[in-house]
């Protein structure tokens, strides 16, 4: 069985561009989850879905960060623009079912340079 | 205050010693979840285990084993004879609160280094 899928793995980009992060979940996980993660930190949750409606996105900055999840499968993250405090890795995972006790199932993650 | 702390930063130690890695947790939930997660340098977070709070039974997988103990809310993770592939950061993490508010609380993890 596939995991989940992220592309780019990399992006170099300078800032006040804007940049995109693409996830493919694991097919019938219902629940995608945008993380962000800083160097020596735990993950931190920018938004989850379940199917195609964002349901938490109280900590993602919408001022410059979007994210859609269409048809309820694949999801892209964006920011717009970015900036250098922006610099970190951006992982997605998927779980199965609803509520507290799913296993998240990660993807290897975006590493986002901002220069 | 931090609601998972995993104290130790860092642990190193020479290849087939045990190791063990603390997760204290805090929450006023009677239901909740536990979670580890190994994350070795190719970045990719690997689930190892899951436990709900009502459960207190220790577990063992092959070199594996965690030591849940609600009084002192901690959920320990000991690797015997541990090998160089063992080599990552290790994360505890918990699940609290109404569903629609699910989120996981991880801690700060442990970069743990086993040394040939």
């Known amino acids: 069985e596939a995991g989940v899928v992220q592309s780019p793995r990399y992006k170099i980009i300078e800032k006040k561009q804007p940049v995109a992060f693409w996830c493919n979940p694991i097919?019938?996980?219902?629940?995608l989850y945008w993380y962000l993660q800083n160097l020596g930190q735990g993950p931190e949750l920018l938004i989850r879905?379940?199917?195609?409606?964002?349901?938490?996105d109280s900590q993602l900055p919408k001022d410059r960060f979007s994210a859609e999840r269409l048809k309820g499968v694949d999801s892209t993250l964006k920011i717009q623009p970015a900036e250098l405090g922006d610099s970190a890795v951006y992982l997605c995972?998927?779980?199965?079912?609803?509520?507290?006790?799913?296993?998240?199932?990660f993807g290897p993650g975006t590493r986002l340079t901002v220069l | 205050a931090q609601k998972v702390t995993q104290a130790q930063t860092e642990i190193s130690v020479v290849e087939k010693e045990d190791v063990t890695l603390d997760c204290v947790y805090e929450?006023?939930?009677?239901?909740?979840?536990l979670f580890w997660y190994k994350q070795p340098p190719s970045g990719e977070l690997v689930f190892l285990i899951r436990?709900?709070?009502?459960d207190e039974q220790n577990e063992i997988s092959g070199r594996y084993s965690w030591n849940f103990q609600k009084s002192t809310s901690s959920f320990n993770f000991t690797i015997t004879a541990s090998q160089v592939v063992d080599s990552a950061v290790y994360f505890c993490?918990?699940?609290?609160?109404?569903?629609?508010?699910?989120?996981?609380?991880w801690g700060a993890g442990t970069k743990l280094i086993i040394k040939p």
């Open positions: 995972a998927s779980s199965l079912g609803y509520g507290r006790s799913g296993e998240q199932f």
């Open positions: 993490a918990l699940s609290e609160g109404a569903d629609s508010n699910y989120q996981l609380i």
């Open positions: 879905y379940e199917n195609e409606e964002a349901v938490d």
């Open positions: 929450t006023r939930d009677t239901t909740y979840y």
């Open positions: 097919s019938g996980h219902n629940t």
């Open positions: 436990r709900n709070s009502f």
